[in-house]
């Protein structure tokens, strides 16, 4: 495997500049016909990028691996197995066949096991399988009749899989090292009118987990710093008068609840965690409230050890639009209140009562972090215009700006450099296509599509992932210290405006110079749409039938004009001309009192 994670390998170069070269970037496009892996990079031509590496007949669901080697596949031609594909010969590893098609798979989150749902039959029970990704193995078997938020997946592992846990009615069954005996489980968390769980996320593992000679020893002072206690957070729903609650139990001890936060208003709960399982931010919605038809939104937080928990937001301040932990710190954003909402960035490793920083008020409902916590993005995407503002958190300032429009999914890609925006169906059935935009704002690559429905960007190889961090700090320092100049070094041109007129591409008769002058908020012009295969013919027509119907209705149209027109000021002694049959203003009354005098 080569540097860049994807292509062969190469010989080492120790030239800081190559070691310093923006990766390229690879990225699965689902469109009507298939699966199609695309590569882009800077020095490659229009029409190899255009090019699909490898085509995959048939695919309706896909699903990188961590590492970036294997695809996880469901095809059209048979809709009840999934195959794990090694891209590597392309050869297909495992596959696992069900009685009905499949509806939905995933993967733990160190990739251990896969687990499959097929469609539910009454006939075929135990339609949930969970398989060994190592040999192949079905580990268990349950059957599951529904699927909505509350119950996928039905089993949910903490981020290092020391603990998974299973929602059943009342209890949340905790497995413990990946021993699964579903009659008897590890231990339980006994809660009535329990709705929904979510496991907290622990700190990764180093690749050696022996412990450090001092650490056996001990401290200096003899006192060993205890581990923090892994927790499960669930959401238990109000009932029969009683307030709907949050609550944190410890996943060593099931009958210990570490924290509870009650409220009165509350639906659904969606838990998110921070990147280490201190905390758990809770959002609470509200199917209708008086104030708005869409319902309410509230958002409590709370610290996993139970030592704080308060209300950052109670629902009379709007919707919440969204609310994203820093991938690396305790730090999250939230975006909330009404249009134009508020930005907001917290510190969650003290009280956070008040937020650390305001963006201030803008019309965008989108956020997003770069794996290294080093940018934040805001965007408007949805039923906004498509403004992208790109900000660095520690000088706190925009460094970037851009239009994305008509975007239904945008993240960074894993260098941080970059952030892939798609158009895809069925949000939107026209116009379907991915861009690619630079730190810098510029769109650097665009594909156009039919129709589009999924784009999966492929993660790096292990080995290249350890030096991204710091490979996007000095790529990110060389943009910040002189911008153009990183701009003529790594990209050759940079308007979205010339990637449209050259089919989605930079255009290559321009020079690296011409990016200076090029502003990466300038509008994308647009026409007026039109359906495929329009000739205008029935438009023309219509216009030319409305025509003849004004023409023909020219004289009606005088006389109406002249009886409901504003009188004129009347001159004694002049006399009105009124069209014929028409009768003066005040005509009728005058005859009528005639007739009374007489």
Not at 112 to 119: D, E, G
Not at 230 to 243: D, E, I, Q, Y
């Amino acid at each position: 495997m080569g540097d860049d994670g994807f292509g062969p390998a190469e010989a080492p170069q120790d030239d800081v500049k190559d070691k310093e070269k923006l990766l390229p970037i690879e990225f699965l496009a689902l469109t009507k016909d298939g699966a199609e892996l695309y590569r882009y990079e800077n020095d490659r031509s229009p029409e190899e990028i255009k090019k699909p590496l490898l085509t995959l007949e048939g695919v309706e669901q896909a699903a990188w691996t961590a590492d970036g080697q294997k695809l996880v596949l469901v095809r059209k031609d048979a809709p009840n197995r999934v195959d794990v594909v090694a891209l590597d010969g392309n050869k297909t590893v495992f596959s696992f066949t069900g009685a009905s098609s499949v509806v939905k798979f995933g993967l733990s989150p160190r990739e251990t096991f896969l687990f499959v749902c097929f469609r539910h039959e009454p006939a075929a029970h135990e339609n949930f399988c969970l398989y060994r990704l190592a040999d192949g193995e079905k580990v268990l078997s349950f059957t599951l009749k529904q699927i909505n938020t509350n119950t996928w997946p039905p089993l949910r592992w903490t981020s290092q899989e020391s603990y998974c846990c299973r929602m059943v009615t009342n209890e949340v069954h905790i497995f413990k090292d990946n021993v699964f005996n579903l009659n008897h489980p590890h231990d339980r968390i006994r809660c009535e009118n329990v709705v929904s769980f979510s496991p907290c996320n622990e700190k990764k593992k180093p690749a050696n987990s022996a412990p450090r000679a001092e650490e056996a020893a001990g401290t200096s002072s003899g006192k060993e710093k205890p581990a923090s206690a892994l927790t499960c957070a669930v959401f238990v729903a109000g009932r029969k008068g009683a307030p709907s609650a949050v609550k944190l139990f410890d996943l060593a001890n099931g009958s210990s609840c570490l924290c509870t936060k009650s409220f009165f208003q509350g639906n659904e709960v969606a838990f998110k965690w921070s990147c280490d399982g201190r905390a758990v931010l809770a959002l609470v919605h509200t199917d209708a409230s008086e104030k708005s038809y869409y319902g309410s939104d509230a958002l409590y937080f709370l610290k996993a050890d139970g030592s704080y928990d308060s209300q950052l937001m109670p629902a009379e301040e709007g919707p919440i639009h969204d609310v994203q932990w820093s991938p690396s710190t305790l730090e999250f954003a939230l975006c909330k209140g009404p249009m134009p909402p508020e930005i907001l960035l917290y510190d969650g490793s003290k009280k956070p009562s008040a937020p650390k920083l305001s963006f201030g008020r803008r019309m965008q409902n989108t956020l997003r972090w770069d794996p290294f916590a080093r940018l934040l993005f805001t965007a408007g995407f949805g039923n906004l215009a498509g403004d992208v503002d790109l900000w660095h958190k520690q000088q706190k300032k925009v460094i970037a700006k851009a239009q994305a429009p008509f975007t239904v999914t945008c993240d960074f890609t894993p260098d941080g450099l970059h952030y892939v925006a798609a158009t895809t169906s069925p949000r939107l059935r026209v116009d379907n296509r991915v861009t690619i935009y630079s730190i810098s704002g510029h769109a650097v690559c665009r594909l156009d599509f039919p129709v589009l429905y999924r784009v999966l960007v492929r993660p790096p190889s292990p080995s290249l992932a350890a030096t991204l961090n710091q490979r996007q700090s000095h790529l990110l320092q060389a943009f910040m210290a002189d911008s153009a100049l990183f701009l003529s070094q790594h990209f050759s041109s940079l308007s979205l405006e010339s990637a449209a007129r050259s089919g989605g591409f930079a255009d290559a008769t321009q020079g690296a110079g011409a990016t200076k002058s090029v502003s990466p908020t300038q509008p994308v012009s647009r026409g007026v749409y039109r359906p495929p295969g329009s000739t205008g013919a029935l438009a023309a027509r219509l216009r030319a039938e409305r025509q003849a119907t004004v023409n023909g209705g020219n004289a009606a149209s005088a006389v109406w004009r002249a009886a409901t027109a504003t009188p004129a000021k009347s001159i004694p002694g002049l006399a009105q001309n009124f069209p014929p049959g028409y009768s003066p203003p005040g005509a009728s009354a005058k005859a009528s009192s005639g007739k009374r005098r007489k």
